[in-house]
């Protein structure tokens, strides 16, 4: 194929950067771009051209990757911004007065105020959030949690400060009931010694005197299911895959964590790492995988920064590379990549068109991922969590798994509590615990305040009421009482919540989220939320009734007949809140 | 004459379409099962000289056992399967489909829209009066959207873009089909000159920084336009012919003749209008182009007229 480029040069700092990525491929293009960012914070038409040239891509197909991710810019900016979360905990925490402050001393939200809004930045149980960037020759990084005006205001004058040393933290940490928590905030991340001492490696160990088929027929007999939202069984997944003749297999863990409200994955990943990469090794030792990758969100500096210690430190040792733990024959390695601000890329096939270079769009299913997954080939994908089952299940053995949880819900669970709750953070429970346990266990509303609604699931999830709390946290009741676990997260509202404000920003941000390439979710979504704001500002277009209509039409034909689960879930909270809340009587009356 | 390549036998695969037990090939998909029954499903974003883009979503049908409704376009059929064309939920899913489409997209020149529209009553007006036509769209950043207020609807309104003499793009009619892409992409003419940039309702097709076409990698070919199914990519002379009026499909005689410029040998369709030349496509079953041209079959045909 000839390029034509066009007539514009890199600068200098552009050129080195991008040189370092001759000789390779199409599936760089998302690390160039990074690469490119980090160093001058935004793309210019030279730097994109450069691109191009090493890699021997299109311009057009890379400007529309590049102009498809939120943390990249193609026009002008300074190499300092800070992302202000606005999203629904810190929306809840008081993000819109934080906003209104920048406005007032910064000026509006834009590349030359140095600031911007951010969609959730997944530090929900420090709200408000904000993200500090500088593009440098070493790029620097800051996560300010929680935050207030002054701060943003400082940091956005003066610059992040690189040193960011601060650990992860679980309200429950030290509890020795804890599996999946259990290391979090109690070892050192980033020591090897440290993880191995606490029962590190065991597992694998296990996993390969088992071999693939064993380890496979274990995790099935514990029920492990998916823990990213959809539930599905992981023994299933990683035996259909395993099964493929074609080679090689792949493995996908999705750490592109992007639910509003979600935080669990990056506590595990930022307290947790070395359990990470163990457990991706099982799960390419049992599905046939030779490499893996780690799709990690682009807001994540401290999860990115332990996760590359731990894949290096495990390397060295020979956790990692050919001949794992002297295991003749079994070769896996695994590289992180960056995501740059797209909730879509967590979908799992819209995850492989952004690792292989391409615009985040989901695929078309079939064919389904254990066939024709990433580049084409077998792909098992998993999410942070489930993953960091699998040794829990090798070492305790699957009928003391069984054990945990209830028949159809096996094993420990995160949740992740933010909004106005009083130790908001991840808790891990058994499956079957009530939804008013959870609530206790992180200490309720702040006192004097009552119960309004709990966000269950995330933004694709639903609102459960106050007199619902004996709900028993698993898949099948969940099911049964017409909501989801989700992701986990378990959103609390009281009495002083703005409901009209929280559904305008999750109608927001679907629309803000949705790819665009089918029709349901594109235009869809804009539509729902126009109709939310004449419903919510009682501004009807004839009357609310009928603009309620409307949002149910709308909702509708999202879920029916949208591509992936983003628009097929997108109407979800906001149908709940209508009807299980009844926020449709009180804004039609 | 025209060799047709059959391939090897098929199965035959029995299904049953809104109640009737039908048999086609193993392979075909949905829609060609409705085809072959003479049940018409409308398509836009379906090309037949192209892969299915599953993007429009207006050919959905329900497949008994399906959790969602599926595209029929590309949904192969499989044995024993029960689909339904004409329920409830497919009819809701095509009604709004096309109602939101023609809320937010100029379908003017999209043939059959009309009559599928009043087909299933669709009203596109009930979103609200659109919102003003916008010169923004090409700088719009992903993930970020200025605040509605509800009292109009979003659309994609925007100026034509003509900065070369051959092609007009006017994306106040895009429905982003991706077909042009496709086309101009790996299908067809490897040209890579669009791409679909930007996210969600803010999506376009685009050249490299929304540069002018004669900047960007585009040859001329033309195919982009010959799979445009809304007229939002037209030939400069057709355009400009609507424009003042003089364009006149019921006055126009199409003759297919072979391509004289060298030896491969591709079918032109001669579009004429009064005894002069309107427009040259080649036809999609044609063996030798599958519908595409170069820049000289495509638009160097004026010396012919050279009187």
């Known amino acids: 194929m000839d390029l034509k480029l066009l007539d514009v040069e890199p600068t200098e700092a552009e050129r080195v950067v991008v040189d370092l990525f001759t000789g390779m491929g199409r599936d760089q293009l998302l690390p160039?771009?990074?690469?490119?960012?980090?160093?001058?914070?935004?793309?210019?038409?030279?730097?994109?051209?450069?691109?191009?040239?090493?890699?021997?891509?299109?311009?057009?197909?890379?400007?529309?990757?590049?102009?498809?991710?939120?943390?990249?810019?193609?026009?002008?900016?300074?190499?300092?911004v800070v992302h202000v979360c606005v999203d629904l905990a810190c929306q809840v925490n008081g993000a819109k007065a934080l906003c209104d402050r920048l406005t007032d001393e910064l000026g509006p939200a834009g590349a030359r105020s140095g600031w911007l809004r951010s969609p959730c930045l997944g530090v929900c149980e420090k709200a408000p959030a904000a993200l500090a960037f500088e593009a440098g020759e070493v790029a620097k990084e800051q996560l300010l949690a929680p935050t207030h005006a002054g701060e943003v205001i400082a940091v956005a004058a003066a610059g992040p400060s690189h040193v960011d040393d601060e650990r992860a933290e679980v309200p429950q940490a030290g509890d020795s009931g804890l599996r999946l928590l259990k290391r979090v905030g109690v070892v050192d991340p980033e020591s090897l010694d440290d993880y191995r001492a606490t029962g590190g490696y065991q597992a694998l160990r296990t996993a390969l005197l088992l071999g693939p088929s064993g380890v496979i027929r274990e995790i099935t007999d514990a029920k492990l299911m998916g823990r990213g939202g959809a539930a599905f069984p992981t023994g299933r997944k990683w035996d259909a895959t395993a099964r493929q003749p074609v080679r090689p297999h792949y493995l996908v863990c999705n750490a592109d964590e992007s639910e509003p409200g979600t935080f669990k994955d990056r506590l595990l990943m930022e307290g947790d790492p070395f359990a990470v990469i163990e457990s991706m090794t099982i799960a390419g030792f049992a599905a046939g995988c030779s490499k893996g990758y780690l799709y990690l969100r682009g807001e994540y500096p401290r999860a990115l920064h332990l996760l590359r210690n731990a894949i290096s430190k495990a390397r060295e040792r020979g956790f990692l590379g050919a001949n794992i733990m002297g295991h003749e024959g079994f070769s896996f390695d695994i590289e992180i990549r960056r995501g740059a601000g797209a909730y879509i890329c967590g979908e799992e096939t819209a995850i492989f068109n952004s690792i292989e270079g391409f615009r985040g769009e989901p695929r078309s299913k079939p064919p389904f991922p254990v066939e024709q997954g990433l580049f084409g080939k077998p792909t098992v994908v998993n999410n942070v969590e489930t993953l960091v089952n699998v040794p829990v299940i090798l070492t305790e053995g699957c009928e003391a798994y069984t054990r945990i949880g209830t028949e159809g819900s096996t094993g420990p669970k995160l949740f992740c509590l933010s909004g106005n709750v009083s130790r908001p953070g991840v808790y891990e429970v058994p499956f079957g615990t009530t939804l008013g346990e959870l609530l206790d266990l992180a200490g309720g509303v702040p006192p004097g305040r009552e119960l309004r609604a709990v966000l269950l699931g995330g933004a694709a999830g639903g609102f459960v009421r106050p007199d619902e709390l004996g709900l028993p946290l698993t898949m099948e009741d969940a099911r049964a009482a017409g909501t989801t676990l989700g992701s986990g997260v378990v959103l609390v509202l009281d009495d002083t919540a703005d409901l009209g404000s929280f559904l305008l920003r999750i109608a927001a941000f679907f629309r803000d989220e949705s790819c665009g390439q089918c029709v349901p979710c594109r235009i869809g979504t804009v539509r729902q939320e126009e109709a939310l704001h004449r419903l919510v500002g009682k501004r009807p277009l004839s009357t609310s009734a009928a603009d309620l209509q409307l949002l149910r039409e709308v909702g509708q034909v999202m879920r029916d007949s949208s591509i992936c689960g983003l628009g097929q879930t997108a109407w979800n909270a906001i149908e709940s809140a209508l009807d299980r809340l009844g926020y449709a009587e009180e804004a039609t009356s | 004459m025209t060799i047709v390549e059959i391939g090897l036998p098929k199965r035959l695969v029995e299904v049953t379409l809104d109640g009737e037990s039908v048999r086609v090939p193993e392979g075909a998909t949905i829609l060609d099962a409705c085809t072959a029954v003479g049940k018409s499903i409308p398509t836009l974003c379906y090309g037949d000289t192209l892969k299915p883009a599953n993007a429009c979503r207006v050919c959905m049908v329900e497949v008994e056992g399906s959790r969602t409704l599926v595209p029929s376009c590309s949904r192969k059929v499989e044995p024993g399967m029960v689909v339904r064309t004409e329920s409830e939920r497919t009819q809701h899913s095509r009604k709004l489909v096309l109602e939101l489409l023609g809320s937010a997209t100029d379908l003017s020149t999209t043939p059959h829209v009309d009559e599928w529209m009043s087909a299933c009553g669709a009203d596109p007006t009930r979103f609200g009066p659109p919102e003003p036509p916008s010169t923004d769209r090409d700088d719009r950043r992903p993930g970020e959207h200025e605040e509605p207020d509800g009292q109009t609807a979003a659309t994609v309104r925007q100026p034509i873009k003509v900065d070369n003499p051959l092609y007009v793009r006017d994306y106040g009619k895009c429905i982003l089909c991706y077909k042009c892409v496709d086309a101009c992409g790996d299908q067809w003419q490897n040209s890579f000159a669009i791409s679909v940039a930007g996210r969600g309702f803010d999506a376009r097709i685009s050249t490299e920084f929304a540069t002018p076409l004669p900047d960007s990698a585009c040859v001329y070919c033309g195919n982009c336009i010959e799979v445009c199914p809304t007229g939002a990519l037209s030939f400069k002379r057709e355009h400009d012919k609507r424009e003042d009026g003089t364009w006149d499909e019921s006055r126009q005689t199409q003759t297919t003749t072979v391509c004289t410029f060298c030896g491969v040998g591709c079918n032109l369709t001669l579009h004429v209008q009064d005894n002069e030349i309107v427009k040259v496509t080649s036809p999609h079953d044609s063996t030798v182009t599958h519908g595409n041209l170069c820049i000289k079959g495509r638009f160097g045909w004026q010396h012919v007229q050279n009187r």
């Open chain 1, 32 to 80: 160039a771009l990074h690469a490119v960012n980090d160093r001058v914070g935004w793309i210019s038409q030279g730097a994109l051209n450069h691109i191009c040239r090493v890699l021997h891509i299109p311009p057009a197909e890379a400007y529309g990757v590049a102009s498809f991710y939120s943390l990249f810019s193609l026009t002008e900016r300074p190499a300092r």
